[in-house]
């Protein structure tokens, strides 16, 4: 049996967030467990892509929290929430999530979160990022090594390194 009072692995706490003046998230709470999962569904417009962002760190966060493996990210920049294991294509709409069991790199539409394929990765799942000059993603992990994932097109995707 799961331990109740353990610490989720996401969790979103009164989040609002938007582009402008614009709110597209209101309010938003939830927790997801550790090895737990969330589906995120509605028609085009309702946010889900604004979610992913978020969580990302592109779009204004006016209110609220958000929390990975009880690390507040809420005032992280972008680029200093790859630890995390999440690197996002932001033109395509491409989530690439690094995955400690199994060692995998899960790579989601975020349009509509199928996945569109998953790659061997190292052990150890240390952080994850995307760079959108190379379009390529990378995973280091503890057992040293590096993936590097690249961005064909929108639904293609292969390793390009592993260096240990």
Request: with cysteine.
């Amino acid at each position: 049996m799961a331990d109740s009072t353990a610490e989720p692995l996401l969790a979103f706490k009164n989040v609002r967030a938007g582009y402008g003046e614009a709110v597209v998230l209101d309010d938003l709470t939830f927790e997801m467990p550790e090895r737990g999962s969330l589906a995120v569904l509605g028609r085009n417009g309702v946010g889900k892509s604004t979610l992913l962002l978020t969580l990302m760190g592109f779009p204004q966060l006016r209110r609220g929290s958000i929390v990975w493996r009880g690390a507040a990210l809420t005032r992280l920049a972008p680029h200093r929430r790859a630890p995390a294991g999440l690197g996002f294509d932001v033109k395509n709409h491409i989530l690439f999530v690094a995955c400690a069991d199994p060692a995998t790199m899960v790579i989601r539409d975020a349009n509509d979160g199928k996945i569109l394929t998953a790659l061997p990765i190292g052990a150890g799942v240390d952080g994850a990022g995307f760079n959108s000059n190379t379009m390529e993603a990378f995973s280091s992990q503890r057992d040293g090594s590096l993936t590097v994932v690249k961005e064909n097109s929108p639904v293609s995707f292969a390793i390009s390194q592993n260096v240990k």
